[in-house]
């Protein structure tokens, strides 16, 4: 488990077995936007996140996927 504390809202993330991860904020502050995150492994060299992120009113402004794959590289 790791804490941030920089920004608006300090953030949790939690490393989970076999690749899974959480990333939200430790308390939800009125007039804060906020992210959360979780994350999963689907191959040993691919990844996957959703991503969701919401307004300073608490509305859900967008979700998002994010497809993560280990490239070997030469040399």
């Known amino acids: 488990m790791l804490h941030f504390q920089d ?3 300090p953030v949790q993330v939690v490393l989970l077995p ?3 991860s959480s990333n939200c904020p430790l308390t939800i502050k009125s007039g804060h936007s906020f992210v959360l995150e979780v994350g999963w492994l689907v ?3 691919l990844r996957q996140r959703l991503i969701r992120r ?3 009113r608490g509305s859900w402004v967008s979700l998002t996927l994010v497809r ?3 490239i070997k ?3």
């Open 73 to 75: 590289r030469s040399g």
């Open 7 to 9: 920004g608006g809202l």
């Open 68 to 70: 993560e794959q280990r």
């Open 43 to 45: 191959e040993p060299n």
């Open 54 to 56: 919401y307004s300073d």
């Open 18 to 20: 076999d690749g899974a």
